[in-house]
């Protein structure tokens, strides 16, 4: 019996043990596959770690897994490793260098990494290899123009035209070319000729702009229309027919395509904001136009009802032109999709203050204090104010001196200064004046200077008593206090009128005629109450005719403001004046 030869068992070996090599391969792929399933899942649910882990495992089980390289580079781009991402897929293209998505994110890659040489030559040899996918070209394009290379990148975009019938890449390749090249012409007539082609209200957009931009307004609003009756909410037309008729004047027509602008949701939020800031800067078109304008800017609020930014905006701009009805409308609305958001809450508690809106301010301090009892401090103010001004002297006093202890603690002078100013003022309406200058004098034992304080105090010791002249040292502190509020402050009117009402009664007439004349100028025309006193002092002074004249324009006042007891009032003294200044003519 012959015996094997080596090579004969060897040869046996091997053929025996094939099969089983074969079996573990496949079960490593296996492996390698599952791991690649829950790699995905992970990356479906942002779990980046787990995707890192799972890809080297199954790299583990089969270095030839290109799915997983790729893989591994999807996760440090997200995570802004361009080192990494290249290294991950130049591993996926080494494996399977016909894969068009490692490619061309290989070279999105050299891009980010500014290897401008390599990214040339793989998006070329994309070019050949997928001559039907149009992506490759519009990056070699892109690296084509701002290095100089308008040739090639005209060339490269005539031969994708070829490849893939005619297409936008190609006609705004051109385009941009001829228009960097000073070829006006040229660039219009690429965009005329694809059009005439394919109609596309990109390129009827574009050629509207040339003509408005050259001053042919007629033939923008041609190739605009082109483009907004294949395509009625095509943003760049509106925008574009907006601004042309804003530049021609005809504000009837821009109206309807500023609203029409502001209400798209496609069109970016801080353009409108830009030209609506650049609208109202024109006082005499808006008050001209105010009720269109006042519907723009609901529409501007209504395109998404949930932006908050577009609702604050339009709410601002709104109030500010007296139309508080609809910007309290407005931030209704927002605060349904947003009811427990601080900001916009503190929107609407200033504007319900601006608007004086005092019983809904009561209200909805009541809320937010709810929603947020850290705040209380900040908010009992606007409740205060809001009763204040409903007459609920009491439940206004008792909201202000609940935070009296907390703002002690503070140690927040100016904040407990402004509590018994307010305080005063409020036992004052009640009159209880000898509270109220209790509160008055420790708000000045804070700040002896402070002009507000000084002033009102001023005033009530003067005039406290209707019909009765306060007695001489209440006078004498009175002429003290107002003197001090014009002497602590920037001379504001309201003060110039005490300090010279308060010397008229001391008996100072000239020097209170001097100041009352500074009251008026700087601010007091409009005041019935500043024009009555000054008038007054001139009569007193035998300066009839001047009176004559204040008498009537507080008169004038009065009769518009709907006042008859006011209107009854001046026109007495308005005659007493007039037989005086008669009297003073024949004495």
């Known amino acids: 019996m012959r015996r094997p030869s080596a090579i004969f068992l060897l040869c046996l070996v091997s053929a025996l043990l094939a099969p089983a090599l074969r079996a573990q391969d496949v079960l490593s792929v ?102 039907s996918k149009s992506e490759p070209y519009l990056s070699l394009i892109n690296l084509y123009v701002p290095r100089g290379m308008q040739d090639k990148a005209l ?32 660039a219009l007539q690429a965009l005329i000729d694809a059009d005439n082609k394919i109609p596309n209200p990109l390129y009827e957009g574009y050629i509207a702009d040339i003509y408005a931009g050259s001053g042919k307004d007629s033939l923008a609003l041609v190739w605009y ?48 904001k830009a030209h609506l800031e650049e609208a109202m800067k024109n006082p005499v078109f808006y008050q001209q136009y105010r009720e269109g304008m006042a519907d723009c800017l609901l529409e501007f609020a209504q395109a998404d009802p949930a932006d908050s930014a577009a609702a604050i905006t339009s709410a601002i701009y709104l109030s500010r032109s007296g139309e508080t009805e609809k910007a309290g409308k407005v931030l209704n609305n927002i605060l349904k999709y947003y009811p427990e958001d601080r900001y916009l809450r503190g929107n609407m508690l200033s504007f319900l203050y601006s608007a004086q809106n005092w019983e809904r301010l ?13 705040q209380a401090a900040d ?42 100013s307010l305080v005063g003022d409020m036992y004052h309406s009640k009159k209880d004046d000898k509270t109220a200058y209790k509160y008055y004098d420790k708000a000045l034992k804070l700040n002896p200077k402070e002009p507000g304080v000084l002033n009102n105090y001023a005033w009530y010791l003067a005039t406290g008593t209707p ?7 209440d006078l004498q502190r009175a002429v003290r206090m107002a003197k001090a509020a014009i002497e602590n402050s920037s001379g504001e009117y309201h003060y110039l009128d005490t300090y010279g ?17 500074q009251a008026v100028a700087y601010g007091g025309s409009d005041d019935i109450g500043i024009l009555t006193r000054y008038a007054d002092v001139l009569a007193s002074l035998g300066e009839f005719d001047i009176a004559i004249i204040y008498y009537k324009k507080a008169l004038l006042k009065a009769a518009e403001s709907g006042d008859q007891a006011e209107v009854d009032k001046l026109t007495q003294r308005l005659q007493a004046a007039a037989l005086l200044g008669e009297d003073k003519k024949y004495n």
């Not at 907006?242 to 504000?251: D, E, G, I, P």
């Open 30 to 131: 296996s492996k390698s596959d599952s791991c690649m399933i829950s790699a995905q899942m992970a990356y479906n649910n942002h779990q980046a770690d787990s995707v890192k882990s799972l890809c080297r495992q199954a790299i583990a089980f089969n270095p030839n897994n290109d799915a997983a390289y790729y893989m591994l580079a999807k996760v440090a781009l997200v995570e802004m490793d361009l080192e990494e991402a290249e290294k991950d897929l130049t591993a996926a293209v080494g494996i399977d260098s016909t894969n068009y998505y490692y490619l061309a994110t290989l070279g999105a890659v050299y891009m980010q990494n500014n290897d401008t040489p390599a990214a040339m030559k793989l998006f070329e040899k994309l070019v050949d290899r997928f001559p």
């Open 379 to 420: 908010l009992f103010q606007f409740k205060g104010m809001a009763q204040h001004n409903l007459n609920k002297y009491d439940d206004a006093i008792q909201t202000f001196l609940s935070q009296e202890k907390a703002v002690r603690k503070q140690k927040d002078t100016a904040l407990l200064l402004q509590i018994y």
């Open 362 to 374: 009561e209200s909805f301090v009541d809320s937010s204090m709810t929603l947020f009892p850290d």
């Open 467 to 473: 019909g009765q002249m306060p007695g001489k040292k």
């Open 155 to 186: 060339a490269l975009a005539d031969k994708l035209e070829q490849k893939t019938g005619p297409n936008e890449a190609s006609v705004m390749t051109r385009f941009r070319i001829y228009s960097s090249q000073g070829e006006s012409g040229k």
């Open 501 to 517: 009402w308060v010397l008229f009664l001391a008996g100072d007439k000239e020097q209170a005629k001097k100041y009352l004349q």
């Open 225 to 272: 229309n082109k483009a907004l009756a294949a395509e009625q909410d095509y943003v760049p037309a509106i925008y574009g027919k907006m601004q042309t008729y804003r530049r021609q004047k005809n504000y009837g027509m821009y109206l309807i395509y500023l609203k029409s602008f502001l209400g798209n949701r496609d069109a970016d939020y801080d353009i409108k």
